[in-house]
């Protein structure tokens, strides 16, 4: 469908109401003390905007998505990111329910989680289960911790990257890269990047079209290219 076409496409609620996805996706975020609020709430408003897609852009109902978001923690509640903004998860690890696609961000709350067994164990679990696993930042470092990445291409957070890679020595980390995506696991750089990260995904799974709406209800142009990535240089990591 042609970008002109696409820009004329409105939010059709009313008719998102009368009829149901024939598909349903569970997107589980992992929040703890100290994540970083755009780790999460980059990746999850994107993902939440699938819900607005018109129902044209989907061709056959059969394809029509519905996504829904949950929060988990080690327990469910009130959690603080690093800049103080409190999220509510929505489950602890003992309760959260089936999850399709997991997002592990970072943040200077995900160091110490490096050696926090419930949370490794948890993801390990998860991650056998999950279609798709995603990380941002330095949340690559807690699946590196779990051994999810080893033998496997990774990126990460790139001014940290010495202390971001450094749970992952089975890892092969690639230093110039917006994300890393194997299919079934995607790792992004620092922070900003889970949101390209997302939008990239989002395309490849439910196609251009869809992409391209999100792109243009968000106003946000997102970097299509995995690779272009200037900050590895800028920190020093590739000349």
């Known amino acids: ?65 519905g996504v829904k978001l949950v929060t988990v923690a080690s327990e469910k509640g009130d959690i603080p ?21 997991l997002i592990v961000p970072g943040g200077w709350g995900a160091v110490p989680l490096v050696e926090d067994q419930p949370t490794l164990d948890w993801l390990r679990a998860r991650a056998d289960r999950a279609e798709i696993v995603m990380s941002v930042c330095n949340g690559a470092s807690l699946l590196a911790a779990a051994g999810i990445l080893d033998g496997r291409e990774a990126t990460t957070n790139k001014l940290l990257w010495n202390e971001a890679t450094a749970p992952g020595p089975r890892v092969n980390w ?9 299919g079934n696991i995607i790792t992004a750089s620092g922070i900003a990047a889970g949101i390209d990260m997302t ?21 946000y142009e997102p970097h299509r290219d995995p690779s ?8 020093g990591l590739v000349g």
Not at 82 to 100: C, K, S
Not at 174 to 182: E, F, N, P, S, Y
Not at 199 to 219: F, P
């Open 1 to 65: 469908m042609e970008l002109s076409e696409i820009a004329g496409l409105r939010p059709d609620m009313l008719d998102r109401e009368q009829v149901e996805p024939a598909i349903h996706k569970t997107v589980g975020i992992l929040i703890f003390p100290g994540f970083e609020l755009l780790d999460v709430y980059g990746p999850m408003d994107l993902w939440s905007n699938i819900n607005l897609v018109p129902s044209k852009l989907w061709g056959d109902k059969s394809n029509m998505v």
């Open 81 to 101: 990111s690093h800049g103080g903004v409190r999220t509510v998860a929505d489950y602890g690890y003992a309760d959260a329910p089936h999850l399709d696609y």
């Open 174 to 182: 690639i230093k110039k890269a917006r994300w890393v995506d194997l």
């Open 199 to 219: 939008h990239a995904l989002i395309s490849r799974l439910y196609g251009e079209d869809v992409g391209k709406w999100i792109e243009l209800w968000t106003e």
């Open 228 to 235: 272009w990535d200037p900050y590895s240089e800028m920190a």
